[in-house]
């Protein structure tokens, strides 16, 4: 099974930007910098607010 993506939105600007549920490596925000998602293993942490899940195709 792959993976879905979600849609996150920035804390600290209005950035969103799409995340891998399993990121293998640690997401930064484009724009500010701020960690969106920390690796864990196996799904990632998602630090920043989901606003939607992109299911995989
Ligand atoms: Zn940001």
Not at 3 to 22: L, M
Not at 42 to 52: P, S
């Amino acid at each position: 099974m792959a993976g879905n993506f979600f849609r996150v939105a920035c804390g600290d600007c209005d950035n969103e930007q799409v995340v891998f549920e399993k990121a293998s490596t640690p997401v930064s925000c484009a724009v500010c910098g701020t960690t969106l998602a920390t690796p864990t293993g196996g799904e990632a942490e998602i630090e920043g607010e989901i606003v939607e899940t992109v299911e995989a195709r």
